[in-house]
């Protein structure tokens, strides 16, 4: 299907790397240009120049922390000076290794570090780039969160909490700009194997638990964010895509 975006430019929010580098690699096979925004500088240029050679788009890069305010605003700035931007996705860090459940999470550190990456870091994006594709009066906001916000997950307490408030300010963000032309959805994730997952959890726990019986893959979630960023689904909005192989029981 051509999802009919070529020519769009989308910035990605920890997009060198992991899930957040499969879902550069499926917008740049729909010909989206890219600005890719991350905190290492040599993870940034590998990606760069990678994307650039196999796929032809053109790729940007901006390092920065999306914790600290003064670098979501550099990058805004950066953005409205070199022509904007139509899609924004926003890929957060993962919370602190290892999982814990809610009572066992007694540092609070831990707790400081979840909520600036997954709940501080995203609003500081959101308040700092939605207001670019709102001036144009098209856009895509694709939010990367977990399926834990539905349906929480054993040991996975700090990464509920703060997800499920990341949820709570994109469904008011999507009721705030519905008519503006910009779309804001979220994709919740559940076993998708990245280089880091094995660190994380029990693989054959997680696939035990999982109703498809296997892993999912990094392009099998990025195709997703992909349809949602196109001109296709222009009548999706505050929705949750969970792509998790069966694991969410709800039937809505």
Not at 44 to 64: C, I, K
Not at 193 to 203: A, E, G, K, L
């Amino acid at each position: 299907m051509d999802l009919a975006i070529a020519g769009k430019r989308a910035v990605v929010i920890g997009g060198s790397s992991g899930l957040g580098l499969a879902v550069c690699e499926a917008l740049a096979a729909e010909g989206v240009d890219l600005v890719i925004f991350s905190r290492g500088r040599d993870a940034l240029e590998a990606a760069r120049r990678d994307l650039s050679a196999s796929t032809g788009v053109t790729v940007d890069t901006v390092a920065g922390d999306l914790t600290r305010r003064q670098d979501t605003q550099a990058l805004a700035q950066t953005l409205r000076d070199t022509g904007g931007v139509d899609i924004l996705v926003v890929n957060s860090p993962r919370p602190p290794s290892p999982m814990r459940d809610f009572l066992d999470e007694t540092d609070d550190s831990r707790w400081e570090a979840a909520y600036r990456n997954q709940l501080e870091g995203v609003l500081n994006i959101l308040r700092d780039v939605t207001p670019l594709l709102v001036d144009k009066g098209w856009g895509r906001i694709v939010a990367i969160t977990s399926a834990s916000v539905k349906n929480p997950m054993p040991r996975h307490a700090v990464s509920t909490v703060f997800r499920a408030g990341v949820h709570g300010a994109l469904k008011h963000l999507a009721l705030e700009i519905a008519d503006r032309g910009v779309t804001v959805n979220a994709v919740a994730p559940a076993t998708v194997m990245t280089p880091t997952f094995t660190d994380f959890h029990d693989v054959a726990g997680r696939i035990a638990a999982t109703p498809v019986k296997r892993h999912g893959t990094p392009q099998e979630l990025a195709a997703t964010v992909a349809f949602l960023a196109s001109q296709h689904a222009g009548f999706i909005t505050g929705e949750t895509v969970h792509v998790d192989g069966g694991r969410n029981p709800s039937l809505v």
